[in-house]
């Protein structure tokens, strides 16, 4: 297991002989600043750190657009409605749903295979992505779409677990049928997000019990082992395939049993996650397959703030963005300009045609790898100017975002409505033995779906499923006064935490200082910095301003002025709930 060294040190203990559990006032111990050391990704620092053209979208509006055309089956249109009811009654005796996984997709919508073919990847992704906006998806123009995910919990297969599709019927259409850990592994991770969104929710608790166990019973059988192409929920036996082994899904095995510990209290969930977590940390090389690497590193960040475990997870960190894949190669993020267009940042494969990187996975990224920095503020500097790269590039995937001459059909966007994306932004068209695109210059926005089905049409390279998952960005990301200076939401994805104070990362990625200013509210607020350590404001409300120094970073934690700070045994609280869980720590 490997593990990195946390020095304790108390901070200023031996210097001003203060006990370890003191209450704060001005002037005292809390004001001296302490700034953490930054740790870097290499990766990341070869990034621009003022990528061009620059532009960033109000993802958050977005996120709400899409949801009010996508979720609305009185939309007209060629394509449209994108929404369907399935009546199946697959694993559970109730109407459910799908929404096209791309546009146009000759597989789906209720006049083909019963309309049973839709993906959990674009329901559950959409339910969450509406969610995090705060739109309540348990009564939407009369419909309870989040009492209708209960159908993709396979009963009926005796898996027991939440998977891409309602049944294997569908199994040699697409979506992991075919068997690809990553697709049953990832709607457990979308479905605990969902969830906790939605604590009111009871009637879930069974299902979360139950993929809980089954991922703990599979860790059990795999000891260690996660060198396989898929596992059999129902058999609990792990198999190979033509398809890569996925390594990697023990982050998710990690992600879903560590969220049911914080929700059940069971330590055997807990025990679970660190086995899980432990086989990641362990591999010799970087299988990162298609999402779910980067919720090993938050995982391990967040545990060994919590849990007082010690994992060293820089490496898993490196492989989210190396793409240096041992198996599926050069899965990892983007660095490059393809004429003038700075495309860093974004996920996907870094050699297909020159690099082909996809909207889902960029957004979904976000999700772990922000919140990671809350409990390991070292990233800060590193992750904030991967935000800045991949929140400006990913405009890139959208039709009316992007030159007509870098698109494959410019011709079809008004079908997209302005919420649907292309899929995909690749160097060099991969529809080669079609002939297609091949005159395109660099980045060329395009999508996977006429290779899915020969009927497909060219519409099906917009990307409902994909463009589903914008609500991450929407609840991450605000602009403030600086134009390339991010707000970023260290809490809207952070799910299944302990209570928190408002908490937001700021990344100056400028040479010089500059001035930010954000609104506050009303109420007096005590203002720390978590990576200088120090308070910077004991009272201030409304417009609060504020200096971060060039290419460095605030996180700031919004705290009532009346709480009553301390530290203890290493962290920083505030009316007892923590601040900062490196207080006292100095992290090598």
Not at 61 to 85: F, H, R
Not at 324 to 347: H, K, M, T
Request: charged share 20%; net charge negative.
């Amino acid at each position: 297991m490997k593990i990195f060294n946390r020095y304790i040190v108390l901070l200023l203990t031996l210097s001003l002989g203060l006990n370890s559990c003191k209450n704060a006032s001005k002037g005292d111990l809390f004001e001296v600043s302490n700034p953490i050391a930054q740790a870097g990704v290499q990766r990341i620092d070869s990034m621009p750190n003022l990528p061009k053209p620059f532009k960033i979208l109000d993802f958050n509006s977005l996120a709400k657009d899409y949801d009010k055309k996508v979720y609305d089956e009185n939309q007209t249109g060629e394509y449209w409605p994108l929404v369907w009811k399935d009546n199946s009654r697959k694993n559970f005796d109730q109407e459910t749903y799908g929404i096209y996984t791309a546009m146009g997709d000759v597989r789906q919508g209720q006049e083909h295979y019963d309309g049973i073919f839709h993906e959990s990847l674009a329901s559950i992704g959409s339910v969450l992505g509406a969610s995090l906006v705060g739109i309540d998806k348990t009564n939407q123009n009369g419909e309870n779409y989040l009492r209708m995910l209960k159908n993709y919990y396979n009963s009926e297969t005796n898996w027991n677990i939440m998977m891409n599709n309602t049944g294997p019927e569908v199994a040699q259409l697409g979506g992991g049928y075919a068997r690809d850990w990553w697709y049953d592994v990832y709607p457990n991770v979308m479905f605990y997000a969902v969830a906790d969104l939605y604590p009111q929710a009871t009637e879930y608790d069974t299902i979360l019990r139950s993929v809980a166990d089954k991922f703990y019973e599979a860790d059990s059988v795999l000891n260690g082992n996660y060198d396989y192409s898929f596992f059999d929920y129902a058999t609990m036996q792990p198999n190979k395939t033509w398809i890569c082994t996925q390594q990697d899904a023990a982050a998710g095995h990690a992600f879903v049993l560590y969220s049911a510990y914080q929700k059940f209290n069971d330590p055997k969930y807990l025990e679970g996650a660190k086995s899980s977590l432990e086989a990641l940390l362990n591999q010799k090389e970087n299988y990162f397959y298609e999402i779910l690497m980067p919720f090993g590193a938050y995982v391990a960040a967040r545990m060994n703030a919590e849990q007082g475990t010690n994992y060293d997870f820089s490496e898993v960190l490196d492989w989210t963005f190396d793409g240096n894949s041992a198996c599926r190669e050069g899965w990892g993020v983007l660095v490059d300009n393809w004429n003038g267009y700075d495309v860093s940042g974004l996920v996907g494969s870094t050699t297909h045609n020159g690099g082909f990187a996809f909207l889902m996975n960029t957004y979904d990224a976000m999700w772990p790898l922000v919140p990671m920095v809350r409990y390991d503020q070292r990233y800060a500097n590193t992750i904030g100017k991967w935000m800045l790269n991949a929140a400006n590039a990913s405009r890139l995937f959208y039709p009316y975002e992007i030159p007509d001459d870098h698109q494959t059909i410019p011709e079809e966007k008004e079908h997209t409505k302005g919420v649907i994306a292309y899929e995909g932004l690749i160097k060099s068209s991969h529809y080669e033995e079609e002939g297609l695109y091949l005159d395109i210059a660099a980045p060329v926005a395009i999508g996977d779906g006429m290779k899915w089905n020969k009927d497909n049409p060219k519409v099906s390279q917009f990307s409902v499923y994909g463009s589903g998952h914008v609500g991450v960005a929407g609840a991450i990301i605000s602009k403030t006064n600086v134009e390339n200076i991010l707000q970023l939401d260290l809490l809207a994805t952070d799910f299944y935490r302990e209570e928190a104070y408002p908490s937001y990362l700021y990344y100056n990625p400028n040479a010089e200082s500059k001035e930010v200013i954000i609104s506050i509210g009303d109420k007096d607020l005590k203002i720390y910095d978590a990576v200088e350590r120090k308070f910077i404001s004991q009272k201030t409300k409304f417009d609060f301003t504020f200096n971060i120094e060039g290419e460095s970073s605030r996180l700031l934690v919004m705290i009532p002025a009346s709480a009553k700070v301390k530290e203890k045994d290493g962290k920083l609280y505030a009316d007892d709930i923590v601040i900062d869980y490196n207080y006292g720590y100095e992290i090598n």
